[in-house]
């Protein structure tokens, strides 16, 4: 039975038939989709796996199919067991599950390529939040995946050393520097050198696996072969200011690139050495000719490079501001990636490129001008104004009233950037207009309101109950924004206590986590379900515990309470008059010895400064 995609604001309609939605206007059928999942047959199942991969982690999540994706990931089918893992990529740790993440280390060891590619991904996104002994086990058994196919396939290989990349690990950073240096594959060594960057500034240890006389000769030889350029670029805005400054030259001739995604790493890697850009004066002038240039390709990814400095570069806004009005377009065979994907606005068109770069400078004087390209033809062009705006802030609260003509654009990507540009002015004036997108037929526009609601909270509380209204919305995330919104309302919220309170118990866990840590804003009304807030430090979600754990500080419990079950608190009279569960709690390192009491006392001290590194670093 064939699966058909059809797009429904910014989530995917998956439909058997054209008059049987699965994900339609009225609600999930997640029982459909569970039975296409479990169906057993690849025709099925594929279609989609392959569409909720491309839905993302909303649509996934509303659908409440992780378990089902989850068993797949053992099936026989390495086309079905691949895009299985791709969806649990979407998904992300949260959702994972310790069987989910076994199920990917088996997926490693399956002969298909494509299985362990998929597998590799997966875990390098959701493998930053897994405990450090299981990511000490995770972390071994990727490398022997690697180091086992080190004459295999090129692609398997890369994948294996992006995912150590991106499970931070460290104590790698040595095989990592023998790849890059002895390997003679250019995509492997490419991968290796931006993997290597990345570690090595984490730790001292790593770092000393790249030491700067290195990283000169590396980076120049593989900025001059077309393979590697790529890596090359990535890994100078991960080195930052580290990166080698005679390389400079090499990076911005690199803007004019006929390869637009080399055009777009040579932007971001100027952006990420912003530092030593600016006080580079032959640097700066050759952006400032780059700007001027001919070519739109060139203008654009210059005029990027500059936004990407931030307000290191402010010198050059009165130069990008003539730019705003530009009309040219990018050649049609240079707007698309090596990848094969469209690149982004502000590297296709110099008007986009510069009313961000506007926006990231925070030049408050050119408000005007970026204002001028919210009327723009091209949705594109209108977010990135609006975008720009919201940046802008305080400078462009004159222009309040031409964003909230976007509310209702045709395109929900400008709707919802619209809405989080009103949150950033914090005006007022904006309430009508993101009441309005409340209703929104997009999930993204309806969650973006709510999130700028919440900032706009002074003369907004006659919204409150159009607020509690989404606490009902089919979508978590959407939930999760409408608490936080309600919770930020000192004046009204606090009568809705008990209703954010209950909202604990959500089965998304953004919903609990949003409840728990709203009720300190909820004043008294708030602090007094301080025991289900505690309760909440036994939530499986690391995100909640940590929202339960902020919260009861700010409820005035410096020490972090043993968690508690207050129904049985109170059952067992424990509630009587005056007292509480939270209060005269022992002190949590009693009875360990005055040595390890000791140390475990200084690492709080140094995770509350912010300077303990984390057990998960490696």
């Known amino acids: 039975m064939a699966v058909a995609i059809v797009p429904s604001g ?35 199942v594929l279609p989609v796996l392959q569409h909720l991969s491309a839905a993302g982690k909303d649509t996934i999540e509303a659908l409440q199919v992780t378990e089902a994706v989850g068993r797949l990931l053992k099936n026989r089918n390495p086309d079905v067991a691949a895009a299985a893992a791709g969806v649990m990529a979407q998904i992300g740790a949260e959702r994972m599950g310790q069987r989910h993440c076994d199920a990917l280390l088996e997926l490693m060891q399956r002969p298909s390529d494509s299985c362990v590619m998929a597998a590799l991904s997966a875990i390098g996104k959701v493998g930053q939040n897994l405990q450090p002994a299981q990511k000490v086990e995770v972390i071994k058994q990727v490398t022997d995946c690697f180091a086992g196919r080190s004459s295999g396939s090129v692609p398997v290989r890369v994948a294996a050393i992006r995912a150590l990349a991106e499970l931070k690990a460290t104590r790698q950073a040595l095989l990592l520097c023998d790849v890059m240096e ?90 990420g050495m912003s530092e030593i850009v600016e006080k580079s004066k032959d640097t700066m002038a050759k952006l400032q000719s780059a700007i001027k240039s001919t070519d739109p390709a060139g203008r654009a990814a210059a005029i990027s490079a500059l936004g990407a400095m931030g307000p290191a570069a402010a010198s050059q806004a009165d130069l990008i501001a003539e730019l705003v009005t530009d009309v040219e377009t990018v050649s049609t065979q240079q707007q698309i990636t090596s990848a094969g994907k469209r690149a982004p606005a502000h590297l296709r068109l110099p008007r986009a490129a510069a009313l961000m770069a506007l926006g990231r400078m925070r030049v408050g004087k050119h408000a005007d001008a970026v204002a001028q390209g ?15 705006l919201g940046m802008l802030g305080e400078a462009a609260q004159g222009h309040v009233s031409s964003l909230m003509g976007l509310v209702c654009d045709d395109a929900y990507q400008v709707r919802a950037v619209v809405c989080k540009a009103l949150g950033e002015l914090k005006s007022c004036e904006a309430m009508p207009g993101l ?61 809705y206590a008990g209703v954010v309170a209950g909202m604990m118990t959500d089965m998304d866990p953004d919903v609990r986590a949003a409840a728990a840590g709203g009720l300190p804003f909820l004043g008294a009304a708030g602090q007094s379900f301080a025991e289900e807030v505690n ?41 009587k008059a005056g007292y509480s569960p939270l209060q005269d709690m022992k002190d949590p390192v009693e009875g360990l010895g005055q040595y390890y009491k000791s140390i475990m006392m200084k690492k709080s001290e140094l995770e509350k400064s912010g300077r303990w590194i984390g057990d998960g670093v490696l």
């Open 535 to 575: 309760a909440c430090l036994d939530d499986p979600s690391a995100s909640v515990r940590q929202a339960a754990a902020e919260a009861l500080e700010q409820m005035g419990f410096r020490h972090t309470p043993v968690p508690v079950n207050p129904l049985m608190a109170r059952n067992a009279g424990a509630t």
């Open 10 to 44: 910014n989530k995917v309609d998956l439909r058997l038939q054209p008059t049987r939605p699965i994900v339609g206007k009225s609600g999930i059928d997640h029982d459909r989709v569970s039975a296409m999942l479990g169906s057993g047959r690849a025709d099925e």
């Open 435 to 495: 009441a309005q997108a409340f209703e929104d037929p997009a999930q993204i526009v309806r969650a973006s309101a709510l999130e700028a609601a919440a900032k706009v909270c002074h003369g907004s509380e006659s919204y409150c109950h159009e607020i509690f209204k989404l606490f009902n919305d089919p979508i978590g995330r959407v939930r999760a924004a409408a608490v936080r919104a309600l919770s930020r309302h000192t004046e009204i919220g606090p009568n």
């Open 374 to 388: 919210l009327l723009d033809k091209d949705w594109q062009v209108r977010m990135a104004a609006a975008e720009a």
């Open 182 to 271: 002895q390997d003679k594959v250019p995509e492997v060594k490419g991968a290796a050198l931006e993997a290597l960057a990345k570690l090595s500034v984490l730790t001292y240890e790593a770092e000393s696996c790249f030491p700067p006389e290195m990283r000169g000769k590396v980076l120049g030889e593989m900025l001059a072969n077309p393979r590697t350029q790529y890596s090359a670029l990535m890994a100078m805005y991960h080195l930052g200011e580290k990166a080698p400054e005679p390389l400079l030259p090499v990076v911005v001739g690199l803007l004019t690139d006929q390869d637009i995604s080399i055009r777009g790493a040579a932007a971001v890697a100027v952006g």
